[in-house]
């Protein structure tokens, strides 16, 4: 299951032409395979409901994916920014919940 779509990787990456499509649509599947064994190696694994901030850490891994193949270096941003919003949502889900339940 993928858990984004490639109209947000465009979004990141900043382009609208509809001949990255496909491409995009591979990262994409790629990004959510690594966030799924990112997770994974946390003892997390993805709601049925994809929360926004890992369909957030999707589109940054996909985008890194597809600017990689062309621009390495310029690609590391992407690579950092998903790192970031998927260490909040495993910040989140690992911290010790202490409410009533």
């Known amino acids: 299951m993928d858990y984004c779509a490639v ?3 465009k979004a990141v990456l900043q382009i609208s032409e509809d001949k990255w499509d496909s491409e995009l649509s591979e ?3 790629s990004a959510s395979a690594l966030v799924d064994g990112l997770l994974s190696r946390e003892g997390l694994t993805v709601p049925s409901v994809v ?4 369909a957030d850490a999707t589109k940054y891994f996909a985008a890194w994916d597809f600017r990689r193949r062309r621009d390495p270096v310029g690609a590391e941003a992407f690579w950092t920014e998903a790192n970031r919003i998927l260490s909040v949502y495993v910040d989140a ?3 010790l919940y202490v409410g009533v339940a």
Request: hydrophobic share 40%; charged share 25%.
């Open 51 to 54: 929360p926004q901030v890992l």
């Open 93 to 95: 889900e690992k911290e």
């Open 27 to 29: 990262c994409i599947t």
């Open 7 to 9: 109209a947000n990787v």
